[in-house]
């Protein structure tokens, strides 16, 4: 059995300076992985679940306190170690805060490949030891580990926000072993068994069955997550106080941020994967007119409002629109592509014969904001072993893949009919 991991960690090469740091985080509530650092970070265990790390800023006993570079590159290689998956604020605790702003700027320049902190935050021990190597009483240490956050309530509320959704995974579990406890349903693995042949289909859940129990819980995950109205909302006001003032232009580039986040996924996937926007397979592209028609490339970069300079062979695109059902119950037969070209959003033109234009977004390997412009009326079907030299350059997320189905749906079924007269 896999027991839940904390993600809190408190870091320290002295037990007289991390045990006061534990205990007040214990008092605090919060579920701490203690480490006492002895200087072998390869027995460190990694912590990717880990959403706030508290450490001692000089833990290279063997530099002195002006040796920033030393401790600094200390604390770089335990992160490395620890590995966090995502997003994690590090605290300092430390005699020496003044240190933290350089401490951010030499993790943020190294750590590019890794996943340095998104915050850096400094708890001064100094306040909290009247006496080398004694610390004051523990709820002073707690109320400053409270300040932290409450000067900083943006980071408190998506930490709030996480708890909330694991309080929603912990109903949802619930939800599944009273099932199992029923009388219909006497036994959990068949329940799970139940849940993932719901969504796949009768005898196609082998293999995957972890992926479609998920898919099943989802909509019972997300019921739990918003039927509640115990959000912190005063710490959520507090979290967007004043994000309004700011000035208009910088609204494009921020919400073309919030466009990729929602809506495009950078991590790798197949070429057959729903929503993936790949490159021309190489029988496509060596073969474009059977498949598009012969047309110039003034003519086809009009059909979706691009210059012709912008059109070129090489940079057209597909975006794979299968249904959810097919998807889910993968059923053998070719692979449904919508022809497609992403451009610069400022270069888009009016929509006509129904194409569908995503909303812009930025993303990692394209300058500027971009969009992507898809057309129903250029669709081609591809057997997966048909997809030699195509390369997936990212994949839309499904609320997007589902938006522009419906479009081409609605284009293609719009209805039509001659009348003469009043009708």
Not at 70 to 81: C, E, G, V, W, Y
């Amino acid at each position: 059995m896999r027991l839940p991991q904390p993600r809190v960690l408190a870091i320290d090469n002295e037990d007289d300076h991390l045990q006061p740091l534990v205990r007040a985080l214990t008092r605090y509530g919060a579920a701490c992985r203690p480490i006492l650092f002895d200087g072998n970070i390869a027995s460190m265990a990694p912590a990717p679940l880990a959403r706030v790390i508290f450490t001692d800023l000089h833990l290279d006993s063997a530099a002195t306190s002006t040796q920033s570079g030393n401790h600094f590159s200390m604390i770089q290689a335990i992160l490395d170690q620890l590995a966090p998956d995502g997003p994690y604020l590090l605290v300092l605790w430390t005699r020496f805060e003044d240190d933290a702003p350089g401490l951010a700027t030499y993790l943020r320049d190294r750590m590019q490949q890794g996943r340095p902190p998104f915050a850096i935050l400094p708890l001064d021990k100094t306040t909290h030891m009247p006496s080398p190597n004694q610390f004051g009483p523990l709820d002073e240490i707690v109320n400053a580990i409270d300040a932290l956050f409450d000067n900083n309530p943006q980071i408190a509320a998506l930490l709030e926000w996480e708890d909330r959704v694991n309080a929603a995974s912990a109903g949802t579990i619930i939800g599944v072993l009273k099932a199992a406890k029923s009388e219909d349903a006497p036994d959990l693995g068949r329940v799970l068994h139940d849940l993932a042949e719901g969504i796949a289909g009768k005898d196609k859940a082998a293999g995957r069955i972890g992926h479609y129990v998920a898919e099943a819980l989802l909509p019972v995950l997300f019921d739990h997550l918003l039927r509640g109205d115990d959000a912190d909302e005063k710490l959520w006001t507090a979290a967007v106080n004043g994000a309004r003032d700011r000035n208009s232009s910088e609204d494009a580039a921020a919400h073309a941020h919030l466009n990729a986040f929602s809506h495009i996924d950078m991590q790798p996937c197949e070429c057959s994967a729903r929503g993936a926007v790949i490159s021309l397979p190489d029988l496509v592209r060596e073969r474009f007119s059977d498949h598009f028609g012969d047309f110039d490339e003034a003519t086809l970069a009009a059909q979706f409002g691009v210059k012709p300079e912008e059109a070129p062979l090489e940079e057209w695109l597909l975006v794979q629109v299968r249904p959810a059902c097919d998807e889910a119950q993968p059923r053998p037969g070719p692979l449904p592509y919508l022809l497609a070209r992403e451009f610069t959003s400022n270069s888009r033109a009016n929509s006509f014969g129904g194409l569908w234009r995503s909303p812009g977004y930025i993303r990692q390997g394209a300058d500027g904001i971009r969009a992507l412009a898809v057309s129903p009326r250029f669709g081609l079907s591809l057997p997966p072993d048909r997809l030699s030299g195509a390369v997936a350059r990212f994949r839309l997320r499904n609320e997007l893949v589902f938006d522009l189905i419906h479009a081409a749906g609605s284009h293609v079924s719009r209805p039509g009919i001659i009348s003469y007269g009043k009708r």
